[in-house]
């Protein structure tokens, strides 16, 4: 009797123990982002609480219940399960390739029948875990062996080309992305990166060659948006238009006329931070920037403060990727980079990119919580 109550008291201070470690500055930040989010949706789908809106609140919620419970799973189970979670993802990318549902010309989804899941958004985060995994016991005369570099670029490859044939190349590149973070804090030397950026550059006149037209439409736009402002560049022209008719304080909740008398066609997804900038302006703009920042700094913190080696390199290369996403999606929708296809973290609808990102922020809670502990 005595022994079983000792037990309960254990295990409900253990419990308690890990609420404690929550970091609560980083909670708080996500669920911030996460009210703005869903009252961008409902701006998006006219001020009332339709589909869109609907969805994206379940997700949210169902994401972030989700995120809390792994943040209370042992982060050497996360460990553990680095190699096994990224052979689990190749395998749904490749039933996407042989079985998967076909919209736009793009074969990306398999039907869940709760949900429409996009494998190649998983993959953004299983890679880093699997990188991480791979990198944890190495010695560091090992890092830049043949045989780490060539293992690493086959880990990295492999799911790119499975997303490339559906065809995805934007999200093939943020998968690289990815993966190319944890080869940069793992320790892998500076003159890799430079001799693959000096071939990329040498090679794009041939990778352009190969693009699908629609790719290459994609990079004239970029280039000249104006060309055919009727046509290919009229989301990237309205785009602008929207964000410079913010101003300062932006036109006010529920009353940006881009979107409202539909310029902005596909607002609620890639180009949700048009819509946000215009209806709040530069300032609410600046302020929603400074609680992405506040997310990657805590993800850092926790990196920093984590005893885990697997843990550390985690959370470094997730944050790293969460601000190449946010750079890259707020560049595509101001035209400094062409339309690539990358959701804004949290902000975007879009259940497979939602559910990928908690799963990334619910590791790294899980690294805060279980900070002290070591992985052999």
């Known amino acids: 009797m005595y022994q079983h109550t000792r037990l309960t008291t254990t295990s409900s201070f253990n419990f308690f123990q890990k609420f404690k470690n929550f970091d609560y500055v980083l909670l708080i930040c996500i669920l911030i982002l996460g009210f703005i989010s869903l009252a961008t949706m409902y701006s998006t789908d006219g001020g009332q609480i339709l589909f869109h809106t609907k969805s994206h609140f379940t997700k949210l919620a169902v994401f972030t219940l989700m995120m809390l419970i792994i943040s209370f799973i042992n982060i050497k189970y996360w460990f ?100 190319i973070a944890v080869l940069w804090f793992a ?27 629609y790719q290459k439409l994609r990079v004239l736009t970029f280039l000249n948006p104006d060309k055919d402002p009727l046509g290919a560049g009229y989301q990237i022209i309205q785009s602008k238009i929207a964000v410079g008719s913010g101003g300062l304080f932006g036109k006010g909740f529920l009353k940006g006329t881009q979107s409202y008398l539909e310029f902005l066609p596909e607002k609620h997804t890639d180009f949700i931070f048009t819509l946000f900038s215009e209806e709040f302006g530069f300032v609410g703009s600046a302020i929603l920037l400074i609680v992405y920042a ?57 259940g497979s990119s939602m559910l990928a990102t908690m799963i990334g922020f619910g590791i790294v809670m ?11």
């Open 187 to 213: 320790g892998i030397n500076y003159k890799y990166f430079i001799y693959t950026i000096l071939g990329f550059v040498i090679s794009l006149p041939f990778v352009i060659a190969f693009l699908k037209p």
């Open 80 to 179: 553990s399960i680095g190699y096994l979670s990224y052979l689990g993802v190749v395998g749904l990318l490749i039933w996407t390739y042989l079985f998967g549902i076909t919209s736009s010309g793009s074969q990306r989804w398999i039907d869940l029948y709760f949900i429409n899941l996009q494998p190649s958004e998983l993959m953004k985060i299983f890679i880093i875990l699997c990188l991480a995994k791979f990198f944890h016991r190495m010695k560091i005369e090992n890092v830049n062996s043949i045989y780490t570099i060539l293992t690493s670029l086959i880990i990295i490859l492999l799911p790119m080309g499975l997303v490339i044939v559906q065809p995805d190349l934007g999200t093939a590149l943020l998968i690289a992305i990815s993966g």
């Open 294 to 350: 506040i997310i990657i700094y805590r993800i850092v913190a926790i990196g920093a403060s984590s005893r885990s080696y697997f843990a550390k390199i985690f959370c470094y290369s997730f944050g790293a990727a969460i601000f190449v996403f946010i750079t890259i999606n707020m560049s595509m929708v101001l035209g400094l980079l062409p339309i690539v296809g990358s959701p804004l973290p949290i902000m975007s609808y879009g």
């Open 366 to 376: 899980s690294a805060k919580v279980h900070s002290q502990q070591l992985i052999a």
